[in-house]
């Protein structure tokens, strides 16, 4: 264990979030870029997610609604499903969307739309 615990608190946190799904994932990054991924761990889920400001599930809708905005589809799949993983109502995540589509354009809707289309078939 490090000597602040927080590698090992991002590693609960992001088990806790993405469940056995998120473990390949976290790997291949690990492989590829070892320094990122520790900062990644450490940074985004040992301090970042340690956070008591807000429940996870509302973290999860504020990470959807900037990930539809930017258009960022993959990585919207990758938190529907830790959305779903951590009780959200899928109706929740069928709501940002639609707020999205107002405020950020269609495209990026139907970007996010087409990402809950793999994670549905997915689950």
Same mark, same amino acid.
């Given at each position: 264990m490090t000597s602040d615990g927080i590698f090992e608190k991002g590693m609960?946190?992001?088990t806790k979030v993405f469940g056995a799904m998120g473990e390949d994932r976290r790997k291949r990054y690990e492989d590829a870029c070892p320094d990122f991924a520790r900062f990644m761990m +450490?940074? #985004?889920y040992g301090e970042l997610y +340690?956070?008591?400001g807000i429940s996870d599930q509302n973290r999860e809708r504020v990470?959807?609604?900037i990930l539809c905005t930017l258009g960022r589809d993959r990585e919207f799949e990758h938190h529907a499903h830790a959305a779903l993983n951590l009780g959200m109502p899928r109706e929740d995540i069928e709501e940002i969307i639609? #707020?999205?589509a107002y405020y950020a354009g269609g495209p990026n809707a139907l970007g996010a739309?087409?990402?809950m289309i793999n994670v549905?078939? +997915?689950r």
């Open positions: 609960a946190n992001r +450490e940074s #985004v +340690e956070r008591k990470i959807l609604a639609m #707020v999205c739309t087409k990402a549905i078939q +997915e």
